[in-house]
């Protein structure tokens, strides 16, 4: 008996790949996100090794409403902010600065305020990094060692432990 | 003089689609390189800094709503949505809970500039309540005009 081959047409439907690769450009055009992926970093001291400050010792700064400051009870022009600092490091480059923000600011005043102090390193140094100025030593100051950034809370505590509370 | 009359030629006015199926995977590509599943969809206007640092993936994320949408708080592990809490002590058994899991946890703060700065106080109490001890403060580049 003479049995006839049938050739089966073997290829791959390829007409549909283009609606799903729109669908798919659609899909991720819409979940994805193109969200902010970088901020300032901001590590806080564990317990075990934190130096006790005292507020003598170190810069005050004071975030008032509308974003206006206060360093060491005088109120100073943010552009004045970090010479004040570097004089003060040149001093004592242990020196830590306290930020504290008004309850009425802004979140947005806090922050303006903090990334200033966290450009020091920037401004401290030329363009290929070297430092500028010198602390009392004769060591290079190149940074704010500590900003800390108490909360309330321990404003308090520590205003009741002075019997100021 | 012969006039051979013929059909008008069509003029060919087809659009070249033969490199569509290339700009279309390129971009399939791109999206599947870049995607990233937004885990709070609050919208509102990160502040503005100089100094920014790259945000490590997968970091647990606190946003601050703005005011006037009634400054909410929400929390997300980072893989899960946000999901709004009432009181600060949520918070403080959220942040707990993930510093258990791993000590060196990092976390996001997304707060709205012009969020009151009580609110953000309440929340970075929170934190260092819990014992974390990595944040990164969301934020959008200024710009050298604004520095």
Redesign the interface.
Known sequence: MNIKKKDIASEIFTGS??DI??L??IY??I???F??????????P??TDTPEIKQEDAIEVH?MPGGAIEVDKKGLPKDGLLPYVLEKLQQNPDKPVILR????????????I??LL??AN?EWTDDLGNPMYKDVNGDPLVEIKTIS?P????IENIWNLLGMG | MALIRGRDRGTGAAIFTASMADIVFLLIVFFVLTYKVEVDKTQMKLPETWIRKKIPEKAAVISIAPPDRGSTIRVSTGEEMALPVSTIEEVITFASTEVAKNPNREFILKADKNAPYDRVDEVLDALKQSKVKYIFLLSEQLTAAEK
């Open positions: 790949m283009a690769s729109f798919l450009i991720f055009m979940t994805s996100a969200s902010a992926t970088r901020g300032l970093d901001f590590a806080l564990e317990e975030v923000t008004d309850p009425d600011a802004t979140y947005g005043d806090m922050i303006s903090f990334d966290r450009r920037e950034i909360t309330q809370r321990e």
